[in-house]
């Protein structure tokens, strides 16, 4: 019996010591931070059995794998690719950025494109719904909410107008973002015959894994020929003239022209894995002429094969930066990388502004964030605070001429977790329009000082710095 027991000791022993050995090993290979690995494979040295299992449960990134199974479960993609493209010519200052926007993006930059800023949901949602009613062939929306409030409503009754004009209609609400509004709009589109879906709904607890892997883009093509994104959900929020109980302001963008292609190529790919449905022919996927002077690309991002593609274009834009830098964003948690590009930024001498609500609609969210302004300022960053209603827009200007505008936020949700799209554009006319916009936001702005940020109280300190602690799930 003391001989069983010995041997029993003994295998588990063993296996333990296995177990430790194999969860070391992989966090030597897979874990790019050294710091991290050293954390790790000293709690796994120190407790075997225990620092093993908690290295499993949390310190092993699923993001990416399972939204790449839920891709692979719904087929790869079948959409066509796009089928203009107009030669895009680019400076030689910037073919070093191009080139990594090559190297990131499935879409080549293809000039001969028409953006227009629309500010605010009073000027967005006139012309979208515009060119809703006018639609001919084809309606693709995509968006992560849809509320069912007055100016969800119009879009809802456009929708099925031109449904019933014998328009083709698709429309993608995220599963998360759908519950925002008590009544569901997709139910109410789908009862007068729309072809609406969610994308990965919500039925915990079989869903909980992919909680997390929300569609956070807003896409709407018109024809194949015109196209909308930015910043702006649907809801009467973006109503800055109403009178809202919690106003939001917001940046979105009119497109026309070869890169709308791209934006229905990514709306067809996301549809596809919703429904299984395959979008193809003209009334998708027009021909599509010049119509402006604008370079753009679409820069899809997210959890599976496009992961990290707007940080690492990020990245190398800040680098590649030799005058200005200006970011704007509602939620501003950058890792470590980001931080570093926008702090060698302004040791190098350039104007680095980042423009931020001074009241954000998020409290835990403004905490993490305000627990990280001094990590940018002492370097010579420029923070501004941007004045009530609560500014949703996003943006990031390079020099005055090189744009990336679109959904993402600087924070690791959108990052990491989020599908996303951008836009990368290259015109100093666009540039020059929204620097100008921006330089109207920040008279309306106050600069926030170093002495600022480091003198708030201890307990405020303290409170951003615990919410900081959960940064990577904010």
């Known amino acids: 019996m003391d001989t069983l027991q010995a041997l029993i000791a003994s295998l588990s022993a063993l296996l333990v010591l296995g177990i430790a050995l194999y969860s070391a090993a992989h966090a030597l290979l897979?874990?790019?931070?050294?710091?991290?690995?050293?954390?790790?494979?000293?709690?796994?040295?120190?407790?075997?059995?225990?620092?093993?299992?908690?290295?499993?449960?949390?310190?092993?990134?699923?993001?990416?794998?399972?939204?790449?199974?839920?891709?692979?479960?719904?087929?790869?993609?079948q959409a066509p690719l796009p089928r203009t493209v107009v030669p895009a010519p680019i400076d030689a200052r910037w073919r070093p950025l191009v080139r990594a926007g090559d190297a990131l993006s499935p879409f080549p930059y293809t000039g001969g494109n028409r953006l227009e800023p629309l500010v605010n949901g009073e000027a967005a949602y006139p012309a979208m719904l515009e060119a809703i009613n006018g639609a001919k062939h084809s309606v693709a929306l995509a968006t992560y909410i849809f509320d069912h409030d007055p100016t969800g409503k119009e879009f809802r009754d456009a929708l099925i107008r031109a449904h019933e004009r014998g328009v083709a209609v698709r429309v993608l609400i995220d599963g998360v973002g759908v519950r925002y509004s008590r009544r569901s709009m997709q139910r109410a589109l789908r009862r007068a015959g729309v072809p609406a879906r969610l994308f990965l709904p919500m039925h915990l607890p079989r869903t909980l894994a992919a909680f997390n892997l929300r569609n956070h883009r807003k896409l709407l093509v018109v024809d194949g020929h015109t196209g909308f994104t930015g910043g702006m959900n649907l809801r009467a929020g973006h109503r800055i003239d109403l009178d809202v109980r919690h106003p939001v302001q917001d940046l979105h963008f009119q497109v026309q022209g070869p890169v709308v292609a791209q934006m229905q190529r990514v709306f067809a790919d996301d549809w596809r894995f919703a429904t299984g449905e395959t979008l193809q022919g003209g009334d998708w996927f027009p021909e599509l002429p010049p119509v402006g002077a604008v370079p753009a690309r679409g820069v899809p991002d997210g959890p599976d094969e496009h992961f990290e593609t707007l940080r690492q274009l990020m990245l190398a834009a800040l680098a590649e930066a030799r005058e200005s830098i200006t970011v704007m964003t509602p939620y501003f948690l950058p890792d470590g990388s980001l931080i570093s590009a926008l702090n060698s930024a302004a040791l190098r001498g350039l104007e680095v502004d980042i423009l931020l609500p001074a009241r954000g609609n998020l409290p835990l969210v403004q905490w993490a964030s305000e627990a990280m302004h001094w990590m940018v300022l002492e370097r010579g960053c420029r923070i501004w605070l941007t004045p009530p209603p609560f500014d949703h827009s996003k943006l990031l200007l390079v020099d005055g001429q090189w744009v990336l505008l679109g959904s993402a936020n600087w924070d690791p949700r959108s990052l990491r977790l989020n599908f996303e799209f951008n836009l990368e554009c290259l015109d100093p006319a666009l540039g020059r329009q929204m620097q100008d916009w921006v330089e109207e936001r920040k008279r309306e702005a106050r600069l926030l000082t170093l002495e600022e940020s480091l003198g708030r109280s201890l307990p405020v300190r303290l409170r951003n710095g615990a919410a900081r602690l959960l940064t990577p799930y904010l």
């Not at 991290?36 to 407790?47: D, E, F, K, P, S």
């Not at 499993?56 to 399972?66: D, Y």
Request: aromatic content about 6%.
């Open 30 to 77: 897979n874990k790019r931070d050294t710091r991290a690995v050293i954390a790790w494979v000293g709690l796994i040295m120190l407790l075997p059995l225990g620092g093993s299992i908690l290295y499993w449960l949390l310190g092993v990134n699923r993001i990416k794998s399972r939204a790449r199974a839920l891709r692979e479960a719904a087929g790869h993609p």
